[in-house]
């Protein structure tokens, strides 16, 4: 059974930083893109993040330069580090593991997803 779980996240004042982690079990996903996507209240799922395979990387064009996304394929796990947070990047962040089609920014393209961690960033 795959199971991706997600920490790292919590309470932040505006400028600091945080690092999210997410373990994945149950499979090997070296050879699987690695997605990072949040959800404010009231609204839809948005995309932050993804790596490929190969580690190729792309970025919601909005956080470009504040948001690094990285991954550790030993540990099975890819992470999220966000500098600079603003009190607009409190959300719910979801990590999730690419399926083999689709659009690298598409929230139908990943297959399977953690149950999120809250980030809240204070003013």
């Known amino acids: 059974q795959v199971q991706l779980v997600e920490s790292g996240g919590g309470l932040v004042q505006a400028g600091g930083s945080l690092r999210l982690s997410c373990t994945a079990s149950?499979?090997?996903?070296?050879?699987?893109?690695m997605g990072w996507f949040r959800q404010a209240p009231g609204k839809k799922r948005e995309f932050v993040a993804t790596?490929?395979?190969?580690?190729?990387?792309i970025y919601a064009d909005s956080l470009k330069g504040r948001f690094t996304i990285s991954r550790d394929n030993a540990k099975n796990t890819v992470y999220l580090q966000m500098n600079s947070l603003k009190v607009e990047d409190t959300a719910v962040y979801y990590c999730?593991?690419?399926?083999?089609?689709?659009?690298?920014?598409?929230?139908?393209?990943?297959?399977?997803w953690g149950q999120g961690t809250q980030v809240t960033v204070s003013s």
């Open positions: 790596i490929t395979w190969s580690n190729n990387t």
């Open positions: 149950g499979r090997t996903f070296s050879s699987y893109g």
């Open positions: 999730a593991v690419k399926s083999n089609s689709g659009s690298l920014s598409a929230t139908g393209s990943y297959a399977y």
